[in-house]
């Protein structure tokens, strides 16, 4: 839970007891409850809002496909595959044949 382990969760929960005292913590943890739940439901409508927007093709948008290498991705296909790949191969060298760099005298 979001990168949490056991004992710091327990340090998280005994600190809030101290500065928030036991008999308000109940309360607390209700009003933040509310306010997740809240937030929850305006990313809902606003993800909602913008498959409506986008039109046909984007009904299984997803938020986390709001990246744009994602979204070009999902939009353009495999066929970015094959584009990379031939690009890849341009910039690969043979493990055999090195190359040493040369300085350019006019520069100097």
Same mark, same amino acid.
């Given at each position: ?14 600190? +809030?007891?101290?500065?928030? $005292?036991?008999?308000? @913590?109940?309360?607390? !943890?209700? *009003?933040?409850?509310? &306010?997740?739940?809240? @937030?929850?439901?305006? !990313? =809902? +409508? !606003? #993800? +909602?809002?913008?498959?409506?927007? @986008? ?8 938020? +986390? *496909? ?10 353009? $296909? =495999?066929? &970015? ?14 493990? #055999?044949?090195?190359?040493? !760099? ?7």
């Amino acid at each position: 839970m979001f990168g949490i382990g056991g004992g710091e969760f327990l340090t998280l929960l005994i600190l +809030a007891v101290i500065l928030i $005292g036991p008999d308000r @913590l109940p309360h607390v !943890a209700t *009003d933040a409850a509310k &306010l997740v739940k809240r @937030l929850r439901e305006i !990313a =809902n +409508a !606003a #993800t +909602a809002e913008l498959r409506e927007n @986008l039109g046909p093709g984007f009904e299984d948008l997803e938020v +986390a *496909d709001l990246h744009p290498k994602k979204l070009i991705r999902k939009t353009l $296909g =495999n066929s &970015l595959d094959g584009i990379s790949s031939e690009i890849n191969s341009g910039f690969s060298l043979d493990k #055999t044949e090195k190359k040493k !760099a040369q300085i350019d005298p006019d520069i100097l």
